[in-house]
């Protein structure tokens, strides 16, 4: 009798803990979006200044209407965003056009503590990412 009500107890304790485990399961729908490509790709060191578009690409889809965080790093570092931005058909893909000088050190944040617009179609605010690059001469 003892045996059977431990097995029955074990039983019990293991199907709560798969349910616990299912719960908490990472899952990519479960996590928030984060950066997968952007051009400039980050760290480049001799980006052609006459390039007219930056954009980021994300691991899900978005929110498209207009969300966005094009965040200023520094004033001095920060692009001039020429005109509109906007998402691919993609829904994964944001661009801005740009007008770059050359020999010059650009840095943006997509997405920060404080400005997280750029959200998955679930509301889920992307994990913030620093995008530095510097044009050639």
């Known amino acids: 009798m003892i045996r059977g009500f431990i097995l029955i107890l074990m039983g019990v304790l293991t199907i709560g803990v798969g349910i616990a485990q299912a719960e908490n ?22 980006v052609d200044p006459a390039i007219k578009e930056i954009s980021v690409t994300f691991s899900k889809e978005m929110i498209t209407k207009e969300m966005w965080s094009w965040v200023m790093a520094s004033k001095d570092s920060f692009p001039i965003i020429s ?55």
């Open 25 to 46: 399961q990472i899952t990519v729908k479960s996590m928030p979006p984060v950066v997968v490509k952007t051009f400039p790709q980050a760290g480049d060191t001799a």
């Open 83 to 137: 005109g509109e931005v906007k998402y691919l058909a993609d829904k994964k893909t944001c661009v801005a056009p740009v007008s770059l000088e050359a020999g010059k050190t650009y840095s943006i944040w997509f997405n920060s503590q404080n400005h997280n617009a750029f959200r998955d179609i679930d509301n889920n605010p992307a994990v913030p990412y620093l995008l530095v690059f510097q044009t050639r001469n």
